[in-house]
């Protein structure tokens, strides 16, 4: 398993993502069964995503990060979608 800070090189957003969200660190983590996992961590908690690749790993990441504040601000019960 490697982990890798998350930058500018491998994501091109991800400045505008973190000043949006307060995040304070991303970091990518490849296992060996080559399955990939982004974390994003905030005073809120800890925010991950996974995906065969780094980009579909980011995706899944950003829309969990999302969700969360979106129902944090309408204060409605969290949607788990399978």
Avoid: P
Avoid at 50 to 69: C, D, L, Q, R
Wanted: overall charge positive.
């Amino acid at each position: 398993m490697t982990t890798q800070i998350l930058n500018n090189e491998k994501i091109s957003n991800i400045d505008k993502l973190k000043k949006k969200f307060n995040i304070f660190r991303a970091i990518i983590i490849k296992s060996e069964q080559e399955i990939r996992s982004v974390e994003f961590m905030t005073k809120n908690g800890v925010f991950r995503g996974f995906g065969k690749s780094t980009k579909e790993a980011y995706k899944n990441a950003k829309k969990v990060i999302k969700n969360y504040y979106k129902n944090e601000k309408n204060t409605q019960a969290f949607r788990y979608e399978y």
